[in-house]
């Protein structure tokens, strides 16, 4: 039997296994795709807004020739940070189930449409906030040219494109799509620019605006989308843009699935799980939280930057708890 098994191998998933290593513990990873699945889901030219310092994991220094990093120079880092530390990752495995068993945990996922189970003596959920976007629920939703996710402008050339939300993924997108030659109408349901939108990004943004490059819409409610356009409505007044397709920028929201099977009480206010703050164990003894999913639905308070100092918190906790049982035997 393991000492434990992480779920979720994105930045702070990775950077509890290290910690857990250092410590002498076994130690296995799994993920449903491959390792910063969150991260290769950004948009391909994503730069991000830490500095590479501030991103690094397990001592592992993150060098790289402009301040920031973008979504690339990351992948390399984590995957070479993985090759050296000799992480053990089971990718493509997305699990379904964790039980209490004597002693531990059995932990049940699903490869290639196969059942597999492993058993550890504690859990570490890190499955991050990107597992669901938030639903406009509006009729049109569903059709085939609405996207939750960004990756980039090419394809939207010379085409009418609608990017809905007014944060800095919207904002992000809809400078891209700009520059790649689409006309593009943002429609945000805030009465002016959220504040938590970058500054540095901000004043680019508003010169498209000034300049009509982007005609930006506040105070608008989605109504419907249809194969040619979206409804929305300001007020009490009805209006119609045109869009071949449409970006719903609307955030995501945690798939928390798995913490209500494991027995994890979560804040139906916040999303946030009951876990104590000094340790990360949540009120399932044996099974901890790490990364920003500890946030609930507010992904703005943890990130990487501060969620890779999670998995120190744990293995510490599960070294005191692992030497207290073997003390009882
Ligand atoms: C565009 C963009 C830019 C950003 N820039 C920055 C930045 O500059 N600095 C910063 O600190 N943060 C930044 N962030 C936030 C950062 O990406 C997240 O905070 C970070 O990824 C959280 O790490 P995590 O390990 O908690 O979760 P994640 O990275 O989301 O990893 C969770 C992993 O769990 C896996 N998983 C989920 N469910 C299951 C399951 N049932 N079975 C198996 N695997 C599962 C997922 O596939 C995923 O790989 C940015 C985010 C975005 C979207």
Redesign the pocket.
């Known amino acids: 039997m393991l000492d434990c098994i992480i779920?979720?191998?994105?930045?702070?998933?990775l950077s509890a296994a290290i910690e857990m290593q250092d410590r002498g513990l076994s130690v296995e990873v799994?993920?449903?795709?491959n390792i910063?699945?969150?991260?290769y889901q950004?948009?391909t030219h994503?730069t991000?807004?830490?500095s590479s310092e501030?991103?690094e994991i397990g001592g592992v220094p993150f060098i790289n020739k402009e301040l920031k990093p973008r979504r690339q120079d990351a992948l390399v880092y984590y995957r070479e940070v993985v090759r050296r530390k000799e992480i053990t990752i089971r990718p493509f495995?997305?699990?379904q189930h964790v039980r209490p068993i004597r002693d531990g945990f059995d932990v049940t996922?699903i490869r290639n449409g196969q059942t597999v189970t492993r058993e550890a003596r504690s859990i570490v959920l890190?499955?991050?906030?990107?597992?669901l976007p938030n639903k406009m629920n509006v009729p049109g939703e569903e059709l085939p040219h609405v996207f939750h996710y960004f990756k980039e402008g090419h394809p939207f050339y010379g085409q009418e494109v609608v990017v809905v939300g007014g944060k800095?993924?919207s904002v992000?997108a809809a400078i891209e799509l700009e520059k790649a030659g689409a006309r593009v109408t943002m429609l945000y349901r805030g009465e002016a620019y959220s504040p938590s939108i970058k500054p540095w990004v901000l004043p680019n943004f508003e010169a498209l605006v000034r300049a009509e490059k982007v005609k930006m819409i506040f105070d608008a409610t989605i109504e419907e989308i249809t194969e040619t356009n979206v409804v929305y409505s300001i007020g009490d007044e009805q209006l119609t843009v045109k869009a071949d397709f449409v970006f719903a920028m609307t955030g995501y929201t945690p798939?928390v699935g798995?913490f209500a099977d494991a027995g994890i009480e979560i804040d139906p206010e916040t999303g946030i799980p009951v876990f104590d703050e000094t340790t990360m164990e949540s009120n399932v003894t044996g099974i901890y939280i790490?990364?920003?999913?500890a946030a609930g639905y507010d992904?703005n308070k943890?990130?990487?930057?501060n969620?890779r100092f999670h998995g120190a918190l744990i293995a510490d906790d599960l070294v005191r708890r692992l030497e207290r049982e073997t003390a009882q035997r």
């Open positions: 779920i979720g191998a994105g930045p702070c998933g799994i993920e449903k795709g910063v699945e969150a991260i950004y948009p994503q991000f807004f830490s501030k991103l495995e997305t699990v996922s890190a499955t991050g906030y990107y597992g800095n993924s992000d798939d798995l790490a990364g920003v999913v992904a943890i990130f990487i930057e969620g």
